[in-house]
């Protein structure tokens, strides 16, 4: 039978992570992956995350399973992060592995309620989005998002394209930090579309996995939380990898909004497909959030340092743009310091990437995606010239 089995397409993260590895060059710099990390180069655990694990290990009395749907506190506590109070009565949640789990119970459960749904997704967007869908033979379309010409959002093509979206389609958005642009809609073109999306009857699909890397925990959750607003049914994908420092522990949720006269169908649906896909979700990551989010203090020192790494990266945005404009001798970059979250995409050509792996030990996604964290004081200005001189 497995003779029978096809080779399949390699991941080019992956693949790029692999390349970088075997690369034996003093001072290569990985701009590919998309974890954060600090000064020296470490992906480091939380304040709070040591110290809810101190707790968690000091009263953990068991390990049995967690409830289907993951425990409640857990649920309670990361949906009321996101959209704040108010939504109770409507809201069905369930933990999952890491935000791509929550991802795919949400394409799960829209496809358990319309066997014949069509998924909108932006151009670009993140390639494990479309990865999924075809996997699970999901229809897709795509909506204009970057303008390559001022690497900000093609507003009036995004327009365009969501006027084609029809009834029960599902439009799937990145609520802040879009991945791989970096650019995202002002509050206004929210206004508008939703507006467009209502006037269709169309179902949005939040994917919120920077919360607190662009402009704060607060207004990172401003968009979705207007989504979730304005429409009778939401689903969001949320994922604590990045803001808790958790990636390993995944740590994710699905929530999907309704009525509340259908919230126990909504919510019985989801226990239905934990049930399917990986019975019991997993609690350790889960139960540090929830530790954090149920103890002030830890709350606020998980706050403080993820407000910390918020502004580091936005300081090394703001250096890289005045180090490439000093490079480059244009404002070609000057955007860069322009966008929010972990990725910016530069505008480089395949080639010119290619070039700066072969000849500057530098690495980032062939679209020339790169990930902010990956840098530090020191080698934002070795990046600018290796940059300078490809162009």
């Not at 020339?368 to 010239?385: E, F, Q, Y």
Request: one cysteine or more; a negative charge.
């Amino acid at each position: 039978m497995l003779e029978a089995l096809n080779p399949q397409p390699q991941d080019k993260i992956l693949q790029l992570i692999a390349m970088f590895r075997e690369d034996k060059r003093d001072g290569k710099i990985d701009l590919g992956v998309g974890v954060y990390k600090d000064a020296t180069g470490l992906t480091p655990v939380m304040r709070a995350v040591k110290a809810a694990e101190k707790k968690i290990w000091e009263a953990e009395t068991t390990k049995t399973y967690t409830a289907l749907a993951g425990e409640p506190g857990y649920n309670a506590a990361l949906s009321g992060l996101i959209l704040g109070e108010g939504y109770g009565d409507r809201l069905a949640s369930a933990s999952t592995p890491g935000g791509t789990g929550a991802l795919r119970q949400g394409f799960e459960l829209a496809r358990l309620a319309n066997p014949d749904l069509k998924v909108w997704l932006s151009a670009p967007t993140w390639p494990n989005h479309p990865s999924i869908l075809k996997f699970l033979k999901i229809e897709m379309a795509e909506y204009r998002y970057f303008d390559v010409a001022t690497s900000g959002v093609d507003f009036d093509a995004m327009l365009a394209d969501l006027d084609g979206v029809k009834e029960g389609d599902l439009v799937l958005l990145h609520g802040c930090c879009h991945n791989p642009t970096g650019a995202n809609l002002t509050m206004a073109q929210w206004d508008q579309v939703i507006a467009l999306l209502q006037a269709k009857k169309a179902v949005p699909m939040v994917d919120l996995a920077y919360q607190g890397f662009g402009d704060g925990l607060d207004a990172d959750a401003e968009a979705t939380r207007k989504v979730a607003a304005a429409f009778p049914e939401v689903i969001i994908a949320a994922s604590c990898s990045k803001n808790f420092g958790i990636y390993r522990e995944r740590a994710g949720l699905v929530i999907a909004l309704s009525s509340a006269d259908r919230k126990a169908v909504v919510q019985a649906n989801l226990n239905f497909l934990n049930r399917q896909t990986y019975s019991f979700p997993p609690d350790h990551g889960a139960r540090i959030v929830t530790t954090i989010l149920e103890d002030a203090a830890l709350t606020a020192d998980w706050k403080a340092e993820l407000e910390e790494t918020r502004l580091n990266m936005l300081n090394l945005r703001v250096q890289l743009a005045e180090e490439l404009r000093k490079a480059s001798n244009s404002d070609r970059f000057d955007f860069v310091a322009h966008h929010r979250g972990m990725f910016s995409r530069l505008g480089l050509s395949e080639a010119q990437v290619n070039r700066l792996r072969e000849e500057h030990a530098v690495y980032m996604v062939g679209d020339s995606r790169i990930n902010i964290a990956g840098l530090n004081k020191d080698t934002v200005p070795v990046l600018a010239k290796a940059i300078a001189s490809v162009l």
